[in-house]
């Protein structure tokens, strides 16, 4: 206590500056967990929390056996992995590229065009989605001049991930550059030059001092990601999907969504299910990091 007394005194202003940011996450994230026991709960909105019936891991139980579980599962952990293989490596390559540029105004130029997509609203970017994939959208114009059956392609389970994982690589591929881009200004650019007088080429600069040295971001990003593995945006599904869609574009939040805000109003159940996947996502990063401890010397603690 003498030593946080001392390096407060010291950094008041660090922790005044941090105060904010504490109270938010208190007040809007921690505060909220309480509601979390109406998982195990009859809830009713009459009785409140505290005075709903209690029903134990009902609900856990009845989701576990339902028809749905599985192909929740299957449907999430898909989408993710595909994301992890694909959208992942995406922004790392393009920050990769990116740095090979010498033109400065031309670096900058590419960057602004790349970020943009970011700053667009979901809803704005599910509605262009939803028209240039429309019977008579531009993208399908060019489909179908390529050789494909004119179709409605959002209507079609098989089209929906990669639909879905290509629209986000567009959306944050040059926002999720600027963290590598970040890392690789970090680089001493004395290696560079030691390499070049070594005779190394651009490839070899990348692979041997480039990629070691965002390394550690890479790590950690990835460590977060495995994170989320049950967790996948809502949003943008319940904008882009439909019912024909359900096979393969239901996810685990788009069915907590429907079973707690739509319809029955199921909210104990619903809640039960939610929790349930941050469990598992609080599993999966904590393995994550212990095998990235071992394996390497990366990881968030």
Not at 27 to 52: C, N, Q, T, W
Not at 76 to 86: F, S
Not at 248 to 261: C, E, N, P
């Amino acid at each position: 206590m003498k030593a946080l007394s001392k390096d407060f005194r010291k950094h008041k202003y660090l922790y005044y500056m941090i105060f904010p940011v504490i109270l938010y996450y208190l007040i809007f994230h921690y505060v909220p967990m309480y509601g979390a026991i109406i998982a195990f709960k009859d809830y009713r909105i009459a009785e409140g929390f505290l005075h709903s019936p209690w029903v134990g891991f009902d609900h856990f139980t009845s989701f576990f056996q339902s028809y749905y579980f599985w192909r929740l599962i299957r449907n999430t952990l898909l989408l993710n992995v595909y994301m992890l293989l694909i959208s992942f490596p995406a922004p790392i390559i393009f920050a990769l590229l990116i740095n090979e540029i010498v033109g400065k105004r031309f670096k900058r130029i590419v960057q602004t065009i790349t970020y943009l997509p970011h700053f667009i609203s979901m809803i704005v970017v599910c509605g262009m989605i939803t028209q240039f994939l429309a019977r008579e959208g531009f993208i399908t114009d060019f489909l179908v001049w390529l050789g494909m059956e004119r179709q409605v392609l959002l209507a079609h389970p098989q089209y929906f991930r990669s639909i879905y994982i290509i629209s986000d690589i567009w959306q944050g591929v040059g926002w999720g550059s600027i963290v590598y881009l970040a890392a690789i200004t970090g680089i001493n650019p004395d290696l560079y030059e030691a390499s070049r007088m070594d005779g190394a080429n651009r490839w070899k600069q990348t692979l041997h001092i480039t990629l070691p040295g965002i390394l550690p971001i890479i790590v950690i990003l990835f460590i977060l990601k495995i994170g989320h593995m049950l967790d996948v945006g809502f949003e943008k599904i319940i904008l882009l999907y439909n019912p024909n869609t359900y096979e393969t574009a239901d996810m685990i939040s788009t069915f907590v969504y429907r079973k707690g805000l739509e319809g029955s109003f199921e909210f104990s159940y619903a809640t039960a299910v939610g929790l349930f996947q941050a469990a598992v996502n609080f599993i999966l990063l904590i393995m994550a990091n212990r095998i990235s401890k071992k394996v390497s010397e990366n990881s968030l603690w």
